[in-house]
């Protein structure tokens, strides 16, 4: 990366940690990682979607044989909430943060209402903001 200072990232992570400490960063995984398994729980409530892989960390992807993802995505963005899009499959793609514990149960009711809104919807936008997974 040009003009990227190399020894940033780990001053960074020194700073995170001198500030945290152990504890502290434990208690934050231990947030984030609930937080996850809450998400995908409520995502796995919907029998339209269907959670990629076994996450076990604080990342993970859904997608739908029944609905256009790509929709929902945008029917979630109208609401606030911004996923990732991805593919192939089409799936939207959520990184979760202790920051987001306090939000799951919003989400996931507007993650329902979404489901509901973009029934038999689908847009023209296949294009994707973060990866393409071939």
């Known amino acids: 990366m040009q003009g990227s200072r190399p020894g940033l990232p780990m001053a960074t992570a020194w700073a995170v940690m001198h500030r945290l400490g152990i504890d502290g960063y434990r208690r934050l995984t231990a947030v984030t990682i ?6 995908i729980a409520g995502v796995r409530t919907h029998p339209g979607l269907r959670v990629l892989g076994q996450p076990d960390a ?20 109208r609401h606030g909430w911004h996923l990732d899009r991805q ?16 939000v799951v149960d919003d989400f996931l009711r507007d ?3 979404g489901v509901s809104e973009v029934a ?10 973060y990866a393409n997974l071939e």
């Open 34 to 39: 609930d937080a996850t398994r809450r998400l």
């Open 58 to 77: 604080h990342v993970f992807a859904f997608e739908s044989p029944e609905l256009d993802v790509f929709a929902l995505g945008d029917a979630l963005h």
């Open 87 to 102: 593919t192939p499959p089409d799936s939207l793609h959520a990184t979760v943060s202790a920051g987001n514990a306090p």
């Open 111 to 113: 993650l329902g209402n």
């Open 120 to 129: 038999t919807t689908r847009t023209d936008d296949r294009g994707t903001e």
